[in-house]
């Protein structure tokens, strides 16, 4: 078994119209052992950027306190928030000044720019980044994932349809994966509010 699939995990970024949503599962497994249902794997950075980050759960804690810290400093430093394609910059060099023992962790980046422009992204484990115009995925049902997005995705949708659209998404492929599930958690960010949601899935 690959060290990103030891704890199983489901993570989507989708784009809406000035919007965007970022999803995940909530398992905690070891291998086919499930110990935790309510694990955390989506990370608010400021109301507008958030990170959700897929792989060893152990390696994704570490790698989120040290990105607080930088983002911390630059605030100080700044007093702004981050943009977005600034943190993916950040998040990529971090990751890629550890290549040689790196952190084992997939990381999904989302947030609203310039002009509530939605900016989504995601990186592998040394920071080489994807950007994509409407979805992003990572985790041990990004295979399933892919599919469920390609055939629901549609762009410039509403929040209320985005937020359906990501949860069936979600739902669809991680029952077809058995490292990851047990419910979801969604979050829509728009340029005005942040709206949190919990599903509840399959649970077995």
Excluded at 49 to 66: E, K, N, P, V
Excluded at 90 to 106: D, H, I, T
Excluded at 138 to 153: P, T
Aim: glycine share 8%; net charge negative.
């Amino acid at each position: 078994m690959s060290i990103f699939e030891y704890n199983g995990s489901a993570l989507v970024a989708m784009v809406g119209k000035n919007c965007f949503a970022i999803a995940s599962d909530r398992r905690l497994g070891v291998q086919l052992q499930t110990i935790a249902t309510d694990f955390q794997r989506i990370y608010q950075i400021h109301d507008r950027l958030f990170i959700g980050i897929s792989g060893l759960a152990t390696d994704a804690q570490t790698l989120y306190q040290r990105l607080v810290f930088r983002h911390k400093l630059y605030e100080l430093r700044e007093e702004r928030d981050m943009k977005p394609e600034t943190f993916a910059s950040l998040v990529s060099a971090l990751l890629y000044e550890k290549r040689f023992g790196p952190y084992f962790c997939q990381p999904v980046i989302a947030g609203l720019g310039d002009e509530n422009k939605p900016f989504i992204c995601t990186m592998d484990a040394i920071g080489a980044k994807e950007l994509a115009k409407d979805f992003v995925v990572a985790g041990s049902a990004s295979e399933s994932l892919y599919g469920a997005c390609e055939a629901m995705f549609k762009p410039d949708m509403e929040p209320e349809e985005l937020f359906e659209t990501i949860s069936q998404a979600l739902q669809a492929s991680v029952d077809r994966d058995c490292l990851s599930g047990w419910g979801g958690h969604v979050y829509v960010v728009t340029p005005t509010e942040v709206k949190e949601r919990i599903l509840k899935g399959r649970m077995d």
